[in-house]
């Protein structure tokens, strides 16, 4: 069974960073994209962003582009979610997800379909 824990979430503020981890068990990370989404109260939940099997792609909804950055650990089984100057709605449910296929095109995985999804971690704003 594909499990996925996250975690680093916490209080952000204006100008700091937080990082956020993804640990999957259950399978090897090798070969699988990763992905991020996350879901402010009263919100629908949004894509973020997502990175391909090897690491050397990455893909970013426009509004963290720029700010946020993913990376892999593959000998880890662990992703992660890098987040620089964080804004008030940046502030949410953060949810990591993987692909129940492998090689899928990081560009799919702004569709929340066939994908598994971790339990989530809370971002809260400070202010």
């Known amino acids: 069974q594909v499990q996925l824990v996250e975690s680093g979430g916490g209080l952000v503020q204006a100008g700091g960073s937080l990082r956020l981890s993804c640990a999957v068990s259950?399978?090897?990370?090798?070969?699988?994209?990763v992905g991020w989404f996350r879901q402010a109260p009263g919100k629908e939940r949004e894509f973020v962003a997502a990175?391909?099997?090897?690491?050397?792609?990455?893909y970013y909804s426009d509004s963290v582009k720029g700010r946020f950055t993913m990376s892999r650990d593959n000998a880890k089984s662990t992703a992660y979610l890098q987040m620089n100057s964080p804004r008030t709605e940046d502030a949410a449910v953060y949810y990591c997800?993987?692909?129940?296929?492998?090689?899928?095109?990081?560009?799919?995985?702004?569709?929340?379909?066939?994908?598994?999804w971790g339990q989530g971690t809370q971002i809260t704003d400070s202010s």
């Open positions: 259950g399978r090897t990370l090798t070969n699988y994209a």
């Open positions: 990175i391909n099997w090897s690491g050397a792609g990455t």
């Open positions: 997800t993987t692909s129940v296929a492998p090689f899928r095109t990081i560009t799919t995985m702004a569709r929340s379909g066939d994908i598994y």
